[in-house]
């Protein structure tokens, strides 16, 4: 099993990003893919989640209306696009997969990880 996220960079404050989530070993499209965040001396904290079943999503509260996250089936890959992005926003971007076909938030419910993108955000 493999995931291996993408696109993170520096930006500006009020800039955006990309980031992808190739993944493979596993059969994507019956797995929900989370993206989660950890920045220094913080808890990981669950950002985005879809369920490749049947294409619900759910968002933190501090990215809601920001933060998009879409699926291609066709490509096992997962996206988060990240608009208007703060300081704040600044953290190592995880990829995750979860056998739970529903929404899940919960990092402990994840059973593949990827490596990690840094997403640094400047004032």
């Known amino acids: 099993v493999q995931l291996v996220e993408s696109g993170g960079g520096l930006v500006h404050t009020g800039g955006s990003l990309r980031l992808s989530c190739a993944t493979s070993?596993?059969?994507?499209?019956?797995?929900?893919m989370g993206w989660f965040r950890q920045a220094p001396g913080k808890e990981r904290e669950a950002v985005s989640c879809i369920t490749n079943s049947d294409g619900l999503t759910s968002y933190g509260d501090s990215v809601r209306g920001r933060f998009t996250i879409s699926s291609d089936k066709a490509k096992n890959t997962v996206y988060l696009e990240m608009n208007s992005l703060k300081p704040e926003d600044t953290a190592v971007y995880y990829c995750?997969?979860?056998?739970?076909?529903?929404?899940?938030?919960?990092?402990?419910?994840?059973?593949?990880w990827g490596q990690g993108t840094q997403v640094t955000v400047s004032s």
């Open positions: 070993g596993f059969t994507f499209e019956y797995y929900t």
């Open positions: 995750a997969a979860s056998t739970m076909a529903i929404v899940v938030n919960a990092p402990e419910w994840y059973e593949h």
